[in-house]
């Protein structure tokens, strides 16, 4: 799951339109970073450090352009499961400038700011831009290795068969932990029952974690990639995938 929420009075942009808001003058304790310069820094690092290409990008401004929000999505060259990379900055000091990585990124215009992989929040103090580089490259290492590691994850499911009875009865333990909610259950049983997406169809542990995350997408969107941990906690800890 990858995803630039705007609800909260951001609106999309392109990127064009990002760089081009004014960089605020700097005081003796804040240090704005430019948008452009964050951008550009995170392309240059995915060419020269993962050698991936980027496959899409998305960015939101609020209304004064005084925050932005963005995802880049690399092409990892596996169609169900990408590495994503969310971005955010302010020129009004209500935002620290943030970097989130992982196979699960949320970034949210009310503020909401997560990945499955790591996230880390820099102040615009005084060398906020070198400290800022120097934690792109330290956690570039980290996110492949995070991302390796969901797609064993991925492919012990695939190995595990799971006929439709045996899956309703995950569901419903799902259910009765707290793991989902009666409507996302709803959404869960009636994706498992009937796959909406082909290449989910096949009846293994797969499929049915795919059905668990499109009930998932029902709730408060801030708490989206916390449900999406507890689903995967819950998965992992199945018989047979450890």
């Avoid at 990008?57 to 169900?80: H, P, R, S, W």
């Avoid at 499961?81 to 970034?107: C, D």
Wanted: charged share 20%.
């Amino acid at each position: 799951m990858q995803g630039l929420v705007l609800h909260a009075g951001a609106k999309k942009v392109t990127r064009e339109m990002v760089e081009a808001v004014q960089v605020p003058t700097p005081t003796r304790s804040w240090r704005p970073v430019p948008y452009s310069h964050a951008i550009e820094y995170l392309h240059t690092t995915i060419e020269r450090e993962l050698k991936l290409p980027v496959v899409g990008e998305a960015y939101g401004l609020n209304k004064a352009g005084d925050q932005m929000f963005g995802v880049i999505t690399l092409d990892t060259g596996n169609a169900e499961h990408g590495l994503s990379i969310g971005l955010r900055q302010s020129y009004n000091k209500s935002l620290s400038l943030g970097l989130a990585v992982g196979a699960q990124v949320f970034v949210c215009d009310n503020l909401a700011f997560s990945g499955s992989a790591f996230k880390v929040l820099r102040k615009n103090t005084l060398n906020v831009w070198r400290d800022f580089k120097a934690l792109v490259k330290a956690q570039v290492d980290v996110a492949l290795g995070h991302y390796d590691s969901i797609q064993v994850d991925i492919g012990k499911l695939k190995s595990i068969p799971c006929n439709v009875r045996r899956g309703y009865s995950f569901l419903g333990v799902m259910m009765g932990e707290g793991l989902l909610t009666p409507t996302q259950a709803t959404v869960a049983f009636d994706d498992w029952t009937k796959p909406r997406h082909e290449a989910f169809a096949e009846r293994n542990l797969w499929g049915l974690y795919n059905a668990v995350t499109e009930g998932l997408k029902k709730g408060a969107p801030a708490k989206l990639l916390d449900r999406h941990a507890k689903a995967h906690d819950f998965f992992t800890s199945i018989k047979g995938l450890n």
